[in-house]
């Protein structure tokens, strides 16, 4: 079945930085890669995503990266605000829609 | 739109107690519902694949006869954990979809279950 790597697992940046957070999976049949935020106790918000057709998409502040032949995606958040603080995750599936397998998460701290 | 309202928020009750927990799309039908589970600090891990109409899909190393899962109309999924125990205490969590493919999953608040 798929797994699917995230790291760094924390990750601390100054406001007005940029945060990168890297993804890999293991299933070539995946085509769905979506990111999701959650903050402690709530449920997991989806900020941005990706399927296997497109190389790069980007909302304002936020753009995601798919390299299918490496298997690996990332996430990318410019000019950090220390709202952005929270754990996100990124997740796999064969569509949306379908089951996803999560990485196990980063949590960003941002520091004004 | 496509809201998911999941019932209750948090739970506390003793060991042996079942507990229910609701999923609920509003203003969707939802085809699938899934059910994962999240301990402290931890990622989300499915549990299980709910399919109106039929019986759920467990993932390995879910006791499907603890954790009864029930998807009887297109707006509703049920969770009960029987008999519970302290190592089930955690944050349960569903997410809906349509039957449209390639939608994301629409997820509800999260039902906080502590089992003294």
């Known amino acids: 079945g798929e797994n699917v790597e995230q790291h760094p697992s924390t990750l601390s940046v100054q406001e007005g930085d940029s945060a990168v957070i890297k993804c890999t999976y293991s299933?070539?049949?995946?085509?769905?890669f979506p990111w999701y935020k959650q903050e402690l106790g709530k449920r997991p918000q989806l900020i941005i995503d990706?399927?296997?057709?497109?190389g790069e998409k980007k909302d304002q502040r936020i753009a995601v990266t798919l390299n299918k032949t490496a298997k690996h995606f990332s996430l990318h958040i410019t000019e950090t605000q220390p709202e952005d603080s929270a754990v996100y995750f990124c997740?796999?599936?064969?569509?949306?829609?379908?089951?996803?397998?999560f990485g196990k998460g980063t949590t960003l701290s941002v520091s004004s | 739109g496509a809201v998911v309202s999941q019932h209750p928020s948090r739970v506390i009750c003793k060991s042996g107690t079942s507990v229910k927990i609701e999923c609920r799309s509003l203003?969707?039908?939802?085809?699938?519902m899934f059910w994962y589970r999240q301990f402290p600090k931890k990622s989300l891990m499915l549990m299980a694949t709910?399919?109106?109409?039929?019986?759920?899909?467990?993932e390995q190393g879910v006791e499907k006869d603890k954790f009864l899962i029930n998807h009887a109309s297109l707006t509703l999924s049920t969770l009960t954990v029987t008999s519970a125990h302290p190592e089930d205490s955690s944050f349960y969590i569903c997410?809906?979809?349509?039957?449209?493919?390639?939608?994301?999953?629409?997820f509800g608040d999260g039902t906080r279950l502590s089992i003294l």
């Open positions: 990706i399927r296997s057709n497109v």
């Open positions: 299933d070539s049949a995946s085509n769905y």
């Open positions: 997740a796999a599936s064969s569509q949306a829609g379908t089951a996803l397998i």
């Open positions: 203003d969707f039908q939802a085809t699938t």
């Open positions: 709910s399919n109106e109409g039929s019986k759920a899909t467990y």
């Open positions: 997410s809906a979809i349509t039957g449209t493919s390639n939608q994301p999953q629409h």
